[in-house]
């Protein structure tokens, strides 16, 4: 039976140029350090950073 208490955690990406974000999941083991993505941003219309929050 699999445990909830794992490597994976629930993160918040919030983007760089609005108050827009994104949720999604990462491993702490793979990537400790905070995640930077490039996705698409509806309030700005086009494609920037996103940067991961705590």
Known sequence: MAT???????VKL????S???????????NTPERME???FD???RRHVMYRETR
């Open 4 to 10: 909830n208490s794992g490597a994976r955690v629930i």
């Open 14 to 17: 919030r983007s760089t140029e």
């Open 19 to 29: 108050p827009h974000a994104y949720t999604t999941t990462k491993s702490r083991r």
């Open 37 to 39: 993505i490039k996705k």
């Open 42 to 44: 509806p309030v700005v």
